[in-house]
């Protein structure tokens, strides 16, 4: 699976669980990528804002993240870093839980999901175990999330059967031919 390069930007709607954008800007760098998004949205009568940077290496193994929010809970910012051991840390202190991760995945990004399909070369029917740091919005919590990618064979569109069962979600997500998610049912659609 070879994909195009990244876009200067992109853009998403949140559609059904939330109304918002996300807006996200890619520069490539000295050891990998760096992604900066902006996401804002109205939840259950709740609005919230979400900024981030994400530091990916060679192979979009995420190393560093930076998220701030605001909300009428406040204002809050969150550090993850994840050293060449494989160790994570939340604001410097050790999360041995998080252990094996290899990408955040941010509740309030669409983007975030391109990690384990730009770092995997997939072919039609292989899948892959992605556990991710998931960062909540706009609280900044964080947990563990495991997560499946299963490539489908779909001769015209990039497509993933996904599963995360800690919310008991699985439905297909469609990719561009970038590594960016197009089509995520009920979260958002790709609209630049």
């Known amino acids: 699976m070879t994909l195009a390069p990244l876009p200067a930007s992109a853009t998403w709607r949140h559609v059904d669980a939330q109304d918002g954008f996300e807006t996200v800007f890619f520069r490539a760098a000295a050891s990998g990528y760096v992604v900066d998004g902006h996401t804002t ?9 979400v900024h981030f940077t994400i530091e990916v290496d060679e192979q979009w193994v995420t190393r560093h993240c930076l998220v701030r929010s605001w909300s009428e809970l406040g204002e809050r910012e969150l550090t993850l870093t994840h050293d060449a051991a494989g160790r994570w840390r939340i604001d410097g202190v050790l999360a041995p839980a998080l252990d094996g ?18 770092r995997t070369d997939l072919p039609v029917l292989g899948s892959t175990e992605a556990p991710a740091v998931y960062v909540r919005a706009p609280d900044l919590a964080v947990e563990r999330l ?7 064979a779909h001769e015209e ?8 069962p800690r919310f008991g979600f699985e439905d297909e997500l469609v990719f561009a031919a970038d590594g960016l998610v197009r089509e995520y049912p009920g979260i958002a659609v790709r609209v630049s």
């Open 146 to 152: 495991e997560q499946t990618y299963l490539r489908l």
């Open 101 to 118: 991760c290899l990408d955040v995945d941010l509740e309030a990004s669409a983007c975030t999901n391109m990690l384990p399909v730009r």
């Open 157 to 164: 569109e990039l497509t993933f059967a996904y599963r995360a």
């Open 41 to 49: 949205a109205i939840e259950e009568g709740v609005a919230w804002a």
